[in-house]
């Protein structure tokens, strides 16, 4: 219809709404919504895929010491995802469904023996066998950003967990794994990749860092950068327990209360949970020449180790056992508790001043020490230099 220049009202009119509807469809796909909306279009949270830990599209981390039986402990939850069966605590209900496993360490021979051995042992179905897929990689040069084509060839199967054994082998090239601003590109590719099985919940296998575990909080348990425990979901360790072969799980998880820590024992291939055990009596965790005392370091033995000149570990070491007049073994453990304590082995040289309750301590590689100053004194240094 021809329209009158004139008619400067109607135009006016027709203009207004017109901006009113483009300005209406910007901000609803501008990805904004008011909680109103949210309510009303995510009534529920995500279906589970263990309950109480892990729901559908969130990702998981598994932390453990090297040799602990991660992989066992992984086909063991494998399976018990598959059989729709609950694993360890009655309350830890699993969907049913199907199972992608990556393994990156193990010959195609030792998986069958492994999966097959495991199966048996747990008395399930041996029909089970058929909801687990398995994509072997030991000896191919292969990473993280090459996954989402090969689980695309899983998209008509109802997998509800993907595993991923371990994390570290399918780092890209260049990716330093103790760089938060890596870690997170990592976790957030993760994330993307999940929409290509919908349903499905990601469980990544990965180890801790060396020396005690004991005094660190869960969410510092695991090797490389710190952003891993707090990209997940969910973020489960295990901690050696100081009867041997029996292990402390304890987990911190987003979409769930945080479980209780509880206490395992490993007898190859299943892990069993021990009821009535501390779940508090980690390895090294106790007092040196005590049986029912935590070992608590306090800054005036901190201080009695640094001193005005560098030291190797060994030497700390030995002035530890001149110290305290124990074996070298305790001299050691005591050690180990301190650079726990004040997170000093994942340093290097590039990272400099660690402030460390009232010192500083400068680290390098090779765990050396060097005596510290007050942070009062510190930060007037620093003012004094304009930094």
């Known amino acids: ?48 895929v263990i309950q109480g830990i892990i729901r559908e599209g969130e990702v998981m981390n ?25 694993i360890f605590h009655h309350d830890w209900q699993t969907c049913g469904g199907e199972i992608a496993i990556i393994d990156t360490e193990l010959h195609k021979e030792t998986i069958s023996h492994r999966m097959n051995l495991v199966l048996k042992e747990l008395k399930f179905d041996p029909e089970l066998k058929s909801k687990v897929h398995v994509f072997p990689l030991r000896g191919k040069q292969m990473s993280l950003f090459e996954l989402a084509e090969n689980l695309i060839v899983l998209k008509q199967k109802k997998i509800k967990l993907i595993i991923i054994d371990c994390l570290y082998k399918l780092l890209p090239k260049g990716v330093d794994e103790n760089s938060n601003s890596d870690m997170i590109q990592i976790y957030n590719y993760l994330d993307s990749v999940m929409h290509i099985l919908p349903g499905s919940a990601m469980l990544l296998i990965h180890h801790s860092s060396k020396g005690s575990q004991f005094s660190k909080s869960v969410s510092d348990v695991g090797s490389g950068a710190g952003v891993q425990s707090r990209a997940t979901d969910c973020h489960m360790i295990l901690r050696e327990h100081e009867q041997n ?3 402390v799980i304890d987990a911190i998880t987003r979409s769930f209360k945080r479980p209780e820590p509880f206490v395992v024992k490993y007898e190859y291939p299943l892990y069993h949970i021990c009821e009535g055990m501390n779940a508090e ?19 005036e033995e901190f201080l009695l180790v640094l001193t005005d000149s560098w030291h190797s570990k060994k ?65 007037s240094q620093r003012n004094d230099t304009g930094f």
């Not at 207004?16 to 990805?31: D, T």
């Not at 086909?75 to 059989?83: F, L, T």
């Not at 508790?337 to 660690?354: M, P, V, W, Y």
Request: charged share 30%; hydrophobic share 35%.
């Open 1 to 48: 219809m021809k329209r009158d220049a004139n008619d400067v009202e109607n135009l006016t009119e027709e203009t207004s709404s017109r901006l009113k509807q483009a300005e209406e469809n910007m901000q609803a796909n501008s990805g904004w919504l008011n909680i109103s909306q949210l309510s009303a279009g995510y009534p529920e949270l995500r279906n589970f």
């Open 62 to 86: 598994l932390i453990a010491p090297p040799k602990s039986g991660k992989s066992i402990l992984a086909a063991n939850i494998a399976y018990h995802v598959a059989a729709g069966r609950p």
């Open 245 to 247: 072969k029996h292990f």
């Open 281 to 299: 009596d980690y390895k090294g965790s106790k007092k040196i020449g005590e049986k029912n005392e935590k070992y608590e370091i306090t800054n």
């Open 315 to 379: 030497q700390v070491v030995s002035d530890l056992r001149n110290q305290y007049s124990v074996s070298y073994k305790a001299a050691e453990l005591l050690l180990e508790n301190i650079i726990a304590k004040f997170e000093l082995e994942s340093l290097t040289s590039q990272d400099g001043e660690k402030i460390c309750d009232d010192f500083i301590c400068l680290n390098i590689k090779g765990l050396k020490f060097k005596k510290g100053v007050s942070n009062e004194s510190e930060n």
